[in-house]
C-alpha cells in the first residue's frame, strides 16, 4: 500500500532545498576564511618554496631590468604595415551559383557585399561555366546598384 500524508512530499522537496542552500553558505564561508588565513600566514606574498619571476627578482634586487622586458608608454599613433589597397572585388559565376572570396553566397550576400563596398570599387565578374541566368541576375544587380564591373572569363 501506497500511504501518503498530505503536504509531506512538499516539505521534504523544501527540506532538501534548504539543507543545500545552507551547505553551500557554510562552504563558501569556510572557503573565505580559509583564503584569508593563507594571506596572512604568507603576508599575502609567496609561500616557502615558490620562486619569483626573472623580472620580479630584478626589480626587488635593484638589478637593471633587459630592455627587451621592458615597453615604455608612446604617444604615436600606431599605424598597420603597408598594404596593397583593395580596389576592387572579384565575384565567380559558377554554373548556377556564385563565390565570393572562394566561398559560395546568394545574390542577396552579393547585395549586401555591394553596399558595403566604397563607391570607387569595382567588380571583377568571372565567368566560370556559368548559366546564362545567373549570370544575367548578376549583372542585372551590379547595374541597379550603380556598380562598375569588369567582365572576364576563366
Known sequence: MNYRVKGYAASAALGIIVVAGVSLVVGAVIG?????????????????????????????????????????????????????????????????????????VTLDGILVVLQSMKPDMSVKVTNQNA????????????????KPYIEAKK
Request: charged fraction near 25%.
Open 32 to 104: 573565505a576564511a580559509g583564503m584569508y588565513a593563507y594571506m596572512k600566514a604568507h603576508e599575502g606574498g609567496l609561500g616557502e618554496g615558490e620562486e619569483l619571476a626573472p623580472f620580479e627578482e630584478m626589480v626587488e634586487t635593484g638589478e637593471e631590468v633587459p630592455s627587451e622586458l621592458l615597453t615604455e608608454p608612446t604617444t604615436e599613433p600606431m599605424t598597420m604595415p603597408a598594404t596593397e589597397e583593395i580596389t576592387s572585388v572579384e565575384i565567380i559565376v559558377a554554373e548556377d551559383g556564385y563565390l565570393y572570396n572562394n566561398r559560395p
Open 131 to 146: 548559366s546564362r541566368h545567373a549570370y544575367q541576375a548578376l549583372l542585372r544587380l551590379l547595374e541597379e546598384q550603380e
